[in-house]
């Protein structure tokens, strides 16, 4: 029997990390030429996203444009005393660990604020979807945070269109069934535990199916990994990517290197189409299927 869905399914391909530095950007905004993306999200606080906001908004409309909120690579938009005491955020393990009072929650909140408006401002809209750099939005302290920010732009029953946002978790059989990178998938299915519940609650969508983890190891076959992030998919399946072209301001802020370019290879190659058509996947935005 075969791992894959037996009819046509969607799935929508999201790139993360626009902005976190100009080769990153270059490739991501490649792919969306290319059509070989579903949407892609945008680090507002990084240097180079007011001069590429432009080009990146150029594909509203086309694609989903969202905000992939940063709270641990380089420096907020707004002093965080508790939180970035020396103008640097902390790492996602710091975050994780570190017991989030009611002063961190604030600064949080506020950070938000600011990285939505940022996006806004140099977009010219609201983002599309919300999701997190290393997933930190779905964290317990920081999701309480996320959804008091949500709250200020788009108000329970409030008139206009809702972000999606997105959920990074799935079912543990679907997760074995991929076999990559398993356990950071469970590790983060547990640590969004709820968020989907939550999100509901709000009235935002969510995805239902999440794959993309990866090894970050140059050594792997990519394509055959990527394989598996389609198989068992959810109702609305969303897989990350992280495609890229290193460059200086990548290797200060970013442990993910190598493997960029082999990923927007990948994704720029007849492969890749051809592993959708095996796999009977066909790719659309996610806020279709939402």
């Not at 939180?83 to 938000?112: F, M, N, V």
């Not at 809209?125 to 309480?144: A, C, E, K, S, T």
């Not at 990866?214 to 990527?226: E, K, L, T």
């Amino acid at each position: 029997m075969s791992r894959f869905a037996p009819r046509p399914t969607r799935f929508a391909l999201i790139a993360d990390d626009f902005a976190l530095s100009p080769g990153v950007s270059r490739a991501i905004l490649a792919l969306l030429a290319a059509d070989r993306l579903s949407g892609a999200g945008a680090m507002t606080n990084r240097p180079i996203w007011r001069e590429r906001a432009g080009d990146f908004a150029s594909f509203a409309g086309k694609a989903d444009l969202g905000l992939h909120l940063n709270l641990t690579a380089g420096e907020p938009l707004g002093p965080m005393a508790r939180l970035a005491p020396g103008g640097t955020l902390p790492t996602a393990q710091t975050l994780l660990q570190k017991g989030l009072d009611r002063q961190a929650s604030a600064e949080i909140e506020a950070e938000i604020i600011r990285q939505i408006e940022a996006f806004a401002t140099h977009a010219g809209q609201l983002p599309d979807f919300i999701d997190g750099h290393q997933h930190v939005h779905v964290l317990p302290g920081v999701r309480r945070a996320l959804f008091a920010a949500l709250e200020r732009f788009w108000p329970k029953g409030g008139p206009g269109p809702r972000p999606w946002l997105r959920d990074p978790a799935d079912t543990p059989g679907r997760i074995l069934a991929r076999g990559v990178a398993a356990q950071k998938a469970l590790t983060v299915s547990a640590l969004a535990l709820g968020f989907r519940q939550l999100a509901h609650r709000h009235g935002f969508a969510t995805n239902h199916g999440f794959a993309g983890f990866s090894a970050f190891d140059p050594a792997r076959d990519y394509g055959a990994d990527f394989s598996t992030y389609l198989a068992a998919p959810g109702d609305a399946h969303c897989v990350m990517c992280h495609p890229g072209f290193v460059d200086d301001e990548l290797r200060a802020v970013d442990t993910v290197l190598v493997t960029r370019p082999i990923e927007h290879e990948f994704l720029l190659s007849s492969r890749f189409i051809d592993l959708c058509a095996e796999a009977r996947m066909e790719m659309v935005r996610l806020g279709t299927l939402v």
